[in-house]
Protein backbone atom coordinates (compact mmCIF):
# COMPACT_ATOMS: atom_id res chain seq x y z
CA UNK A 1 0.00 0.00 0.00
CA UNK A 2 1.32 3.25 -1.00
CA UNK A 3 1.13 6.88 0.13
CA UNK A 4 -0.65 9.78 -2.08
CA UNK A 5 0.90 13.00 -1.31
CA UNK A 6 -0.48 16.16 -2.85
CA UNK A 7 1.27 18.95 -4.41
CA UNK A 8 0.06 22.24 -3.45
CA UNK A 9 0.56 26.15 -2.81
CA UNK A 10 -2.41 28.14 -2.78
CA UNK A 11 -1.12 30.75 -5.72
CA UNK A 12 -0.15 29.71 -9.26
CA UNK A 13 3.17 29.83 -10.42
CA UNK A 14 4.85 29.05 -8.02
CA UNK A 15 6.12 25.90 -9.64
CA UNK A 16 3.92 22.95 -8.32
CA UNK A 17 3.49 21.31 -11.63
CA UNK A 18 7.30 21.04 -11.87
CA UNK A 19 7.95 19.80 -8.49
CA UNK A 20 5.13 17.22 -9.13
CA UNK A 21 7.24 16.14 -12.57
CA UNK A 22 10.65 16.36 -10.82
CA UNK A 23 9.64 14.58 -7.52
CA UNK A 24 7.83 11.87 -9.34
CA UNK A 25 10.89 11.41 -11.95
CA UNK A 26 13.54 11.72 -8.84
CA UNK A 27 11.51 9.04 -6.61
CA UNK A 28 11.37 6.41 -9.81
CA UNK A 29 15.04 7.06 -10.27
CA UNK A 30 15.19 5.51 -6.87
CA UNK A 31 13.58 2.65 -7.96
CA UNK A 32 10.34 3.53 -6.40
CA UNK A 33 6.85 2.73 -8.15
CA UNK A 34 5.19 6.18 -8.58
CA UNK A 35 2.14 7.29 -10.37
CA UNK A 36 1.53 11.55 -10.58
CA UNK A 37 -1.95 12.60 -10.96
CA UNK A 38 -3.09 15.41 -12.77
CA UNK A 39 -6.08 17.41 -10.76
CA UNK A 40 -6.17 20.38 -12.71
CA UNK A 41 -8.99 19.73 -14.84
CA UNK A 42 -9.50 21.94 -18.13
CA UNK A 43 -5.77 23.19 -17.38
CA UNK A 44 -3.54 20.30 -17.33
CA UNK A 45 0.08 20.99 -18.64
CA UNK A 46 1.66 18.32 -16.36
CA UNK A 47 1.70 16.03 -19.43
CA UNK A 48 3.85 18.53 -21.28
CA UNK A 49 6.55 19.25 -18.58
CA UNK A 50 7.05 15.40 -18.77
CA UNK A 51 6.87 15.49 -22.67
CA UNK A 52 4.20 12.98 -22.63
CA UNK A 53 1.36 15.09 -24.12
CA UNK A 54 1.19 13.32 -27.52
CA UNK A 55 0.68 9.71 -25.93
CA UNK A 56 -2.50 10.85 -24.24
CA UNK A 57 -5.48 8.73 -25.10
CA UNK A 58 -7.90 8.69 -21.52
CA UNK A 59 -8.02 11.06 -19.08
CA UNK A 60 -9.31 11.28 -15.37
CA UNK A 61 -12.63 12.56 -16.27
CA UNK A 62 -13.12 9.14 -19.04
CA UNK A 63 -11.33 6.95 -15.77
CA UNK A 64 -13.97 8.70 -13.25
CA UNK A 65 -16.77 7.87 -15.46
CA UNK A 66 -16.59 4.95 -16.32
CA UNK A 67 -15.66 5.22 -20.11
CA UNK A 68 -12.22 3.33 -19.49
CA UNK A 69 -10.14 1.45 -16.57
CA UNK A 70 -7.30 2.88 -15.16
CA UNK A 71 -4.49 1.17 -16.43
CA UNK A 72 -5.69 2.17 -19.66
CA UNK A 73 -5.69 5.88 -18.96
CA UNK A 74 -1.88 5.99 -17.43
CA UNK A 75 0.81 7.34 -19.43
CA UNK A 76 3.81 5.24 -19.11
CA UNK A 77 7.32 7.24 -19.51
CA UNK A 78 9.86 5.47 -21.30
CA UNK A 79 13.10 7.21 -19.87
CA UNK A 80 12.32 5.49 -16.21
CA UNK A 81 11.57 1.91 -17.06
CA UNK A 82 8.52 0.93 -15.83
CA UNK A 83 8.69 3.51 -12.66
CA UNK A 84 7.29 5.88 -13.49
CA UNK A 85 3.30 6.78 -14.59
CA UNK A 86 1.00 9.73 -15.27
CA UNK A 87 -2.94 10.14 -15.25
CA UNK A 88 -3.92 13.25 -17.27
CA UNK A 89 -6.38 15.28 -16.13
CA UNK A 90 -9.10 15.87 -18.70
CA UNK A 91 -8.78 19.40 -21.09
CA UNK A 92 -12.40 19.98 -22.80
CA UNK A 93 -14.21 20.02 -18.68
CA UNK A 94 -14.20 21.84 -15.94
CA UNK A 95 -13.14 21.30 -12.10
CA UNK A 96 -16.86 20.64 -11.40
CA UNK A 97 -16.57 17.01 -13.32
CA UNK A 98 -15.44 15.32 -10.44
CA UNK A 99 -16.32 14.87 -6.44
CA UNK A 100 -14.05 14.75 -3.92
CA UNK A 101 -15.47 11.41 -3.17
CA UNK A 102 -14.86 10.08 -6.90
CA UNK A 103 -10.93 11.16 -6.22
CA UNK A 104 -10.58 9.77 -3.18
CA UNK A 105 -11.63 5.99 -4.15
CA UNK A 106 -9.47 6.24 -7.26
CA UNK A 107 -6.52 7.48 -5.22
CA UNK A 108 -6.91 4.87 -3.07
CA UNK A 109 -7.05 2.11 -5.65
CA UNK A 110 -3.92 3.70 -7.16
CA UNK A 111 -2.33 3.51 -3.54
CA UNK A 112 -3.16 -0.33 -3.35
CA UNK A 113 -0.28 -0.53 -7.02
CA UNK A 114 1.89 2.11 -6.55
CA UNK A 115 4.38 3.30 -3.74
CA UNK A 116 3.39 7.25 -4.19
CA UNK A 117 1.23 8.67 -5.83
CA UNK A 118 1.74 12.46 -6.07
CA UNK A 119 -1.50 14.24 -6.91
CA UNK A 120 -0.72 18.18 -8.81
CA UNK A 121 -3.04 20.33 -7.24
CA UNK A 122 -4.90 23.32 -8.67
CA UNK A 123 -3.97 26.61 -7.59
CA UNK A 124 -6.91 28.11 -5.73
CA UNK A 125 -8.64 27.22 -2.83
CA UNK A 126 -12.12 25.80 -4.87
CA UNK A 127 -13.15 22.84 -6.10
CA UNK A 128 -9.89 21.51 -7.53
CA UNK A 129 -8.38 21.90 -4.58
CA UNK A 130 -11.00 19.90 -2.32
CA UNK A 131 -10.58 17.34 -5.19
CA UNK A 132 -6.79 16.95 -5.27
CA UNK A 133 -6.63 16.89 -1.35
CA UNK A 134 -9.92 14.80 -0.76
CA UNK A 135 -7.40 11.44 -1.54
CA UNK A 136 -4.11 12.45 0.07
CA UNK A 137 -2.48 11.22 2.98
CA UNK A 138 0.57 13.59 3.48
CA UNK A 139 0.78 17.22 1.85
CA UNK A 140 3.31 19.39 0.38
CA UNK A 141 3.05 23.20 0.13
CA UNK A 142 5.29 25.03 -2.68
CA UNK A 143 5.96 28.34 -2.14
CA UNK A 144 8.48 31.02 -3.30
CA UNK A 145 10.83 33.77 -1.25
CA UNK A 146 7.69 36.36 -1.74
CA UNK A 147 5.30 37.56 0.24
CA UNK A 148 1.95 36.68 -1.89
CA UNK A 149 3.10 33.40 -1.81
CA UNK A 150 3.80 32.88 1.48
CA UNK A 151 0.64 34.62 2.43
CA UNK A 152 -1.36 32.14 0.27
CA UNK A 153 0.51 29.08 1.68
CA UNK A 154 -0.25 30.27 5.10
CA UNK A 155 -3.67 30.44 3.87
CA UNK A 156 -3.99 26.80 2.52
CA UNK A 157 -1.92 25.25 5.19
CA UNK A 158 -4.76 26.87 7.99
CA UNK A 159 -7.21 24.75 5.06
CA UNK A 160 -4.94 21.28 5.45
CA UNK A 161 -4.64 21.36 8.86
CA UNK A 162 -8.39 21.07 9.29
CA UNK A 163 -8.35 18.00 6.92
CA UNK A 164 -7.27 14.55 8.33
CA UNK A 165 -3.78 14.55 7.04
CA UNK A 166 -0.28 14.33 8.26
CA UNK A 167 0.80 18.01 9.20
CA UNK A 168 2.12 19.52 6.00
CA UNK A 169 5.64 19.86 4.79
CA UNK A 170 6.88 22.72 3.15
CA UNK A 171 8.87 23.40 -0.18
CA UNK A 172 11.00 26.55 -0.93
CA UNK A 173 11.04 27.07 -4.56
CA UNK A 174 12.74 29.56 -6.71
CA UNK A 175 15.43 30.56 -4.50
CA UNK A 176 17.20 33.52 -6.21
CA UNK A 177 20.49 33.23 -3.98
CA UNK A 178 21.47 36.96 -5.05
CA UNK A 179 18.45 38.75 -3.98
CA UNK A 180 18.36 36.49 -0.58
CA UNK A 181 22.03 37.36 0.49
CA UNK A 182 20.90 41.24 0.03
CA UNK A 183 17.74 41.00 1.56
CA UNK A 184 15.73 41.77 -1.27
CA UNK A 185 13.39 38.70 -0.78
CA UNK A 186 12.65 36.98 2.04
CA UNK A 187 14.87 34.37 3.58
CA UNK A 188 14.74 31.01 4.58
CA UNK A 189 14.42 31.40 8.07
CA UNK A 190 11.77 34.25 8.02
CA UNK A 191 9.67 32.14 5.77
CA UNK A 192 10.03 28.95 7.68
CA UNK A 193 9.26 30.88 11.31
CA UNK A 194 6.39 32.64 9.61
CA UNK A 195 4.37 29.44 8.51
CA UNK A 196 6.23 27.41 11.64
CA UNK A 197 6.23 23.90 9.62
CA UNK A 198 8.71 22.06 9.04
CA UNK A 199 11.10 22.37 5.82
CA UNK A 200 11.07 19.28 3.30
CA UNK A 201 13.37 21.22 1.03
CA UNK A 202 14.74 24.48 -0.93
CA UNK A 203 15.23 24.79 -4.75
CA UNK A 204 17.68 26.97 -6.14
CA UNK A 205 16.10 29.08 -9.15
CA UNK A 206 17.52 28.60 -12.33
CA UNK A 207 17.22 28.54 -15.83
CA UNK A 208 17.58 25.08 -17.34
CA UNK A 209 13.84 24.32 -15.14
CA UNK A 210 12.20 26.32 -17.64
CA UNK A 211 13.77 25.17 -20.51
CA UNK A 212 13.91 21.23 -19.56
CA UNK A 213 10.69 22.29 -18.86
CA UNK A 214 9.60 23.22 -22.50
CA UNK A 215 12.16 20.46 -23.44
CA UNK A 216 9.95 17.93 -21.83
CA UNK A 217 12.24 16.20 -19.71
CA UNK A 218 11.93 17.18 -15.79
CA UNK A 219 15.22 18.63 -14.17
CA UNK A 220 16.36 16.11 -12.19
CA UNK A 221 17.35 14.10 -15.36
CA UNK A 222 20.15 16.77 -15.18
CA UNK A 223 22.88 15.30 -12.85
CA UNK A 224 24.63 18.97 -12.88
CA UNK A 225 21.98 21.60 -12.16
CA UNK A 226 21.84 23.02 -8.89
CA UNK A 227 17.97 22.77 -8.57
CA UNK A 228 17.90 19.34 -10.14
CA UNK A 229 19.98 18.42 -6.49
CA UNK A 230 16.99 20.33 -4.35
CA UNK A 231 14.57 17.98 -6.21
CA UNK A 232 16.63 14.89 -5.54
CA UNK A 233 17.10 15.83 -1.58
CA UNK A 234 13.83 16.14 -1.20
CA UNK A 235 13.14 13.22 -2.82
CA UNK A 236 15.33 11.34 -0.71
CA UNK A 237 13.81 13.11 2.08
CA UNK A 238 10.70 11.76 1.10
CA UNK A 239 12.42 8.19 1.16
CA UNK A 240 13.28 8.72 5.16
CA UNK A 241 16.90 10.11 4.48
CA UNK A 242 18.39 12.56 6.78
CA UNK A 243 20.19 14.97 3.90
CA UNK A 244 21.10 18.15 5.37
CA UNK A 245 19.80 21.22 3.73
CA UNK A 246 22.24 22.25 0.88
CA UNK A 247 23.45 25.64 1.42
CA UNK A 248 22.35 28.67 -1.07
CA UNK A 249 26.16 29.82 -1.75
CA UNK A 250 27.99 28.18 -4.68
CA UNK A 251 30.82 26.20 -4.20
CA UNK A 252 32.90 27.29 -6.80
CA UNK A 253 34.45 30.40 -5.38
CA UNK A 254 33.36 33.78 -7.01
CA UNK A 255 35.79 36.41 -7.71
CA UNK A 256 35.05 38.55 -4.19
CA UNK A 257 35.72 35.02 -2.36
CA UNK A 258 38.98 34.57 -4.06
CA UNK A 259 40.31 37.69 -3.06
CA UNK A 260 39.27 37.19 0.95
CA UNK A 261 40.92 33.95 0.88
CA UNK A 262 44.29 35.40 -0.74
CA UNK A 263 44.35 38.44 1.76
CA UNK A 264 43.34 36.15 4.52
CA UNK A 265 46.13 34.05 4.46
CA UNK B 1 -51.60 37.78 62.59
CA UNK B 2 -50.25 38.23 59.26
CA UNK B 3 -46.48 38.20 58.46
CA UNK B 4 -45.42 40.90 56.90
CA UNK B 5 -44.81 40.45 53.02
CA UNK B 6 -43.02 43.75 52.51
CA UNK B 7 -40.28 44.82 55.12
CA UNK B 8 -38.50 48.73 54.47
CA UNK B 9 -35.47 49.45 55.67
CA UNK B 10 -34.05 52.64 55.55
CA UNK B 11 -29.42 53.03 54.67
CA UNK B 12 -27.45 55.40 53.84
CA UNK B 13 -27.61 54.90 50.25
CA UNK B 14 -31.92 55.51 50.20
CA UNK B 15 -34.31 52.51 51.28
CA UNK B 16 -34.35 48.78 50.62
CA UNK B 17 -37.50 47.10 50.31
CA UNK B 18 -37.14 43.08 51.02
CA UNK B 19 -39.92 41.39 49.92
CA UNK B 20 -41.61 38.30 51.11
CA UNK B 21 -40.32 35.23 48.61
CA UNK B 22 -42.55 32.83 49.93
CA UNK B 23 -46.04 33.81 49.13
CA UNK B 24 -47.98 34.17 46.28
CA UNK B 25 -46.91 37.15 43.52
CA UNK B 26 -50.58 38.72 43.57
CA UNK B 27 -50.32 38.90 47.61
CA UNK B 28 -47.09 40.67 47.22
CA UNK B 29 -48.45 43.16 44.67
CA UNK B 30 -51.23 43.76 46.73
CA UNK B 31 -49.17 44.22 49.71
CA UNK B 32 -46.47 46.40 47.69
CA UNK B 33 -49.46 48.32 46.70
CA UNK B 34 -50.60 49.10 49.90
CA UNK B 35 -47.44 50.16 51.59
CA UNK B 36 -46.10 52.43 49.05
CA UNK B 37 -49.42 54.19 48.83
CA UNK B 38 -49.29 54.76 53.05
CA UNK B 39 -46.80 57.45 51.83
CA UNK B 40 -45.13 59.86 54.40
CA UNK B 41 -41.67 59.99 52.76
CA UNK B 42 -40.58 63.85 52.31
CA UNK B 43 -38.69 64.29 49.12
CA UNK B 44 -37.15 61.85 46.29
CA UNK B 45 -35.43 58.83 47.53
CA UNK B 46 -33.77 55.76 45.89
CA UNK B 47 -34.89 52.42 46.38
CA UNK B 48 -33.76 49.40 46.28
CA UNK B 49 -36.03 45.93 45.95
CA UNK B 50 -34.47 43.08 47.04
CA UNK B 51 -36.45 39.98 46.42
CA UNK B 52 -34.69 37.32 47.93
CA UNK B 53 -35.27 33.60 46.22
CA UNK B 54 -38.22 34.86 43.97
CA UNK B 55 -37.70 34.81 40.24
CA UNK B 56 -39.08 37.73 38.88
CA UNK B 57 -40.26 37.48 34.45
CA UNK B 58 -38.87 40.72 33.30
CA UNK B 59 -42.74 41.85 32.81
CA UNK B 60 -43.27 41.25 36.40
CA UNK B 61 -40.15 43.42 37.23
CA UNK B 62 -41.64 46.12 35.16
CA UNK B 63 -45.13 45.91 37.48
CA UNK B 64 -43.24 46.00 40.60
CA UNK B 65 -40.82 49.13 39.76
CA UNK B 66 -44.42 50.66 38.22
CA UNK B 67 -46.15 50.05 41.46
CA UNK B 68 -43.20 51.69 43.87
CA UNK B 69 -42.32 54.45 41.19
CA UNK B 70 -45.91 55.33 41.30
CA UNK B 71 -46.74 57.60 43.86
CA UNK B 72 -43.77 59.61 42.29
CA UNK B 73 -41.31 60.47 45.16
CA UNK B 74 -39.49 57.00 44.81
CA UNK B 75 -36.93 55.79 42.35
CA UNK B 76 -35.98 52.27 41.88
CA UNK B 77 -31.89 52.25 41.72
CA UNK B 78 -31.77 48.69 41.44
CA UNK B 79 -33.62 45.29 41.38
CA UNK B 80 -31.47 42.31 43.55
CA UNK B 81 -32.60 38.73 43.40
CA UNK B 82 -30.74 35.66 44.58
CA UNK B 83 -31.43 33.43 41.60
CA UNK B 84 -30.95 33.83 38.14
CA UNK B 85 -32.13 30.94 35.34
CA UNK B 86 -30.01 29.15 33.81
CA UNK B 87 -29.84 30.34 30.40
CA UNK B 88 -28.45 33.84 32.36
CA UNK B 89 -26.19 31.82 34.28
CA UNK B 90 -24.59 29.91 30.89
CA UNK B 91 -24.48 33.32 28.99
CA UNK B 92 -22.17 34.87 32.58
CA UNK B 93 -19.92 31.93 32.55
CA UNK B 94 -19.55 32.22 28.66
CA UNK B 95 -18.85 36.11 28.84
CA UNK B 96 -16.40 35.47 31.96
CA UNK B 97 -14.46 32.59 31.05
CA UNK B 98 -11.41 32.84 29.23
CA UNK B 99 -10.67 30.05 27.01
CA UNK B 100 -7.04 29.16 25.13
CA UNK B 101 -6.44 28.73 21.57
CA UNK B 102 -3.18 26.88 21.32
CA UNK B 103 -1.72 26.61 17.13
CA UNK B 104 -1.11 29.14 14.63
CA UNK B 105 -4.54 31.53 13.20
CA UNK B 106 -3.67 31.35 9.69
CA UNK B 107 -4.76 33.99 6.93
CA UNK B 108 -8.55 33.73 6.50
CA UNK B 109 -8.97 32.06 9.76
CA UNK B 110 -11.35 33.66 12.48
CA UNK B 111 -11.19 32.43 16.42
CA UNK B 112 -14.58 33.52 17.88
CA UNK B 113 -14.91 33.60 21.95
CA UNK B 114 -17.61 35.37 24.27
CA UNK B 115 -15.09 35.53 26.86
CA UNK B 116 -11.67 36.31 27.19
CA UNK B 117 -8.95 34.16 24.97
CA UNK B 118 -5.35 33.57 25.51
CA UNK B 119 -3.76 32.65 22.18
CA UNK B 120 0.10 30.38 22.53
CA UNK B 121 1.19 30.59 19.09
CA UNK B 122 1.10 33.11 16.10
CA UNK B 123 -1.84 35.53 14.55
CA UNK B 124 -0.38 35.84 11.16
CA UNK B 125 -1.90 38.52 8.35
CA UNK B 126 -5.19 37.87 7.54
CA UNK B 127 -5.68 35.87 10.59
CA UNK B 128 -8.36 37.15 13.06
CA UNK B 129 -9.66 36.95 16.45
CA UNK B 130 -13.06 38.14 17.59
CA UNK B 131 -13.23 37.92 21.44
CA UNK B 132 -16.19 39.29 23.33
CA UNK B 133 -13.45 39.95 26.17
CA UNK B 134 -9.71 40.74 25.99
CA UNK B 135 -7.00 39.21 23.71
CA UNK B 136 -3.62 37.56 25.01
CA UNK B 137 -1.30 36.45 22.68
CA UNK B 138 1.30 35.08 23.73
CA UNK B 139 3.64 35.09 20.27
CA UNK B 140 3.41 37.27 17.08
CA UNK B 141 0.28 39.07 16.85
CA UNK B 142 0.29 40.13 13.22
CA UNK B 143 -3.01 39.89 11.58
CA UNK B 144 -6.31 41.19 13.16
CA UNK B 145 -7.36 41.30 16.48
CA UNK B 146 -11.29 42.69 17.92
CA UNK B 147 -11.37 42.92 21.84
CA UNK B 148 -14.74 43.55 23.35
CA UNK B 149 -17.00 42.71 21.00
CA UNK B 150 -20.29 43.17 22.46
CA UNK B 151 -19.67 46.19 23.36
CA UNK B 152 -17.17 45.78 26.06
CA UNK B 153 -14.68 49.34 26.10
CA UNK B 154 -12.98 47.87 28.97
CA UNK B 155 -10.76 44.86 27.00
CA UNK B 156 -7.43 45.10 25.87
CA UNK B 157 -5.19 43.30 23.63
CA UNK B 158 -2.04 42.04 25.02
CA UNK B 159 0.45 40.35 22.60
CA UNK B 160 4.40 39.35 23.60
CA UNK B 161 5.03 40.75 19.68
CA UNK B 162 2.59 43.22 18.76
CA UNK B 163 2.57 43.90 15.28
CA UNK B 164 -1.45 43.42 13.91
CA UNK B 165 -2.93 44.97 10.83
CA UNK B 166 -6.12 45.78 12.03
CA UNK B 167 -6.74 47.05 16.40
CA UNK B 168 -10.37 47.01 17.27
CA UNK B 169 -11.92 47.44 20.71
CA UNK B 170 -15.84 47.41 20.75
CA UNK B 171 -16.45 49.82 17.83
CA UNK B 172 -13.22 51.42 17.63
CA UNK B 173 -10.62 50.73 15.14
CA UNK B 174 -7.49 51.27 13.91
CA UNK B 175 -5.45 50.09 10.86
CA UNK B 176 -1.62 50.18 11.70
CA UNK B 177 -0.61 50.76 8.41
CA UNK B 178 0.75 54.10 9.24
CA UNK B 179 2.42 52.82 11.84
CA UNK B 180 2.52 54.10 15.37
CA UNK B 181 5.75 55.57 16.25
CA UNK B 182 5.26 53.73 19.82
CA UNK B 183 4.08 50.63 18.86
CA UNK B 184 6.74 50.70 15.53
CA UNK B 185 9.76 51.03 17.90
CA UNK B 186 8.24 49.27 21.53
CA UNK B 187 6.54 45.98 19.19
CA UNK B 188 7.49 43.38 22.18
CA UNK B 189 4.82 43.52 25.07
CA UNK B 190 2.91 45.59 24.58
CA UNK B 191 -0.92 46.85 24.58
CA UNK B 192 -3.88 48.02 23.31
CA UNK B 193 -6.99 49.88 25.14
CA UNK B 194 -9.53 52.77 24.66
CA UNK B 195 -8.42 55.48 26.58
CA UNK B 196 -10.39 58.47 28.34
CA UNK B 197 -11.18 60.37 25.47
CA UNK B 198 -12.34 57.24 23.92
CA UNK B 199 -9.74 56.59 21.06
CA UNK B 200 -7.30 53.54 21.28
CA UNK B 201 -4.21 53.82 22.74
CA UNK B 202 -0.65 51.35 23.50
CA UNK B 203 1.05 51.52 26.88
CA UNK B 204 3.73 48.82 27.88
CA UNK B 205 1.67 45.62 29.63
CA UNK B 206 3.23 46.17 33.00
CA UNK B 207 1.08 49.48 32.84
CA UNK B 208 -2.04 47.26 32.91
CA UNK B 209 -2.08 47.41 36.64
CA UNK B 210 -2.34 51.09 36.32
CA UNK B 211 -4.80 51.63 33.61
CA UNK B 212 -6.91 48.05 33.57
CA UNK B 213 -6.85 46.89 37.30
CA UNK B 214 -10.26 45.61 37.41
CA UNK B 215 -9.14 42.99 34.93
CA UNK B 216 -7.34 41.32 37.79
CA UNK B 217 -9.87 38.07 38.82
CA UNK B 218 -7.53 37.67 41.78
CA UNK B 219 -8.60 39.21 44.48
CA UNK B 220 -6.41 40.38 47.49
CA UNK B 221 -3.39 37.98 48.18
CA UNK B 222 0.13 38.58 49.87
Known amino acids: MGVAIVITSGKGGVGKTTTTANLGTALALQGKKVCLVDTDIGLRNLDLVLGLDNRIIYDLVDVVEGRCKIHQALVKDKRVDEKLFLLPAAQTTDKNAVTPEQMKSL ?8 DYVLIDCPAGIEQGYKNAVAGADRAIVVTTPEISAVRDADRIIGLLEQEAIEPPKLIINRIRKDLMKNGDSLDINEITTHLSIDLLGIVIDSEDVISSSNKGEPIVMDPNSKASLGYRNIARRILGESVPLMSIEDSSKGMFKKLISIFSK | MNKQLVHIKGTKAGLVLRLDDQC ?6 EELERKVSEGGIDGKVDVQLHLGNRYLLSAQ ?8 QGPGNMHVSKVHSDVITIEE ?4 VLTEQSETYIGIIRSGQIIKTDGDIVVIGDVNPNGKIEAGGSIFV ?3 LRGIAHAGVNGNK ?4 VASHFEPTHVLIDDQIETMSNEKPFVKENAEQIFAYINRDGIISYERVQEVRKIRPL ?3 IKGGS
Do not use: F, M, P, W
Open chain 2, 24 to 29: AYAELV
Open chain 2, 154 to 157: EAII
Open chain 2, 61 to 68: QKELIEIV
Open chain 2, 215 to 217: LST
Open chain 2, 89 to 92: SNEK
Open chain 1, 107 to 114: IDELKREY
Open chain 2, 138 to 140: LGN
